[in-house]
């Protein structure tokens, strides 16, 4: 139940940056073409929306196991050394997922002084999708673990979108 509130959570996270996204681009082209107007923020805005989008959808995907997989040699696997392949893939994704987030908050700390182009902010408002995301990766790569740590039959349940029905019917 906590695991689905967190996927939905990410979710509209990223329902919210693509209609940010969104309205922005046509805010702009309506500023430039009707009102002969050009915006500098909106795309600069556009781009960071463009940011959050990936790293949360990254950790969203992560939580669906609908990353890209090559199955041509696990096909073979007996169920017991898939389910330890994907525990080993789970915990190296959290221990990469850990590097990759410590390294933005050192990013973050280094850029505090930089502002943007256009908008005139810090630097490190923009870098917190990628901390954000890191910790979301994390997170997720942590609870398939744990999910695929206590299953001893089924390997699929590490994916909270086994069925269309938990998907809300998307194939």
């Not at 017991?80 to 959290?94: D, E, K, N």
Request: proline residues 3%; positive net charge; hydrophobic residues 60%.
């Amino acid at each position: 139940m906590m695991r689905q509130r967190f996927i939905r959570a990410l979710e509209l996270i990223g329902v919210l940056a693509l209609l940010s996204i969104e309205t922005l681009l046509v805010v702009q082209v309506v500023a430039r073409l009707v009102f002969s107007i050009s915006l500098s923020w909106a795309e600069e805005l556009a781009r960071y929306s463009h940011i959050w989008l990936v790293f949360v959808g990254a950790a969203v995907a992560t939580c669906w196991d609908a990353h890209i997989q090559v199955d041509f040699f696990t096909a073979f696997l007996p169920k017991g050394a898939l389910r330890q392949l994907r525990l080993g893939v789970a915990v190296l994704g959290a221990v990469f997922s850990s590097l990759f987030f410590s390294s933005a908050v050192l990013l973050i700390s280094q850029l505090w002084a930089t502002q943007t182009a256009s908008t005139g902010m810090p630097f490190p408002v923009f870098f917190m999708p990628v901390v954000i995301g890191g910790a979301f990766l994390i997170v997720a790569f942590l609870w398939s673990a744990m999910i695929l740590s206590r299953s001893r039959e089924a390997v699929a349940e590490s994916s909270v979108a086994n069925s269309s029905a938990e998907r809300g019917g998307l194939p």
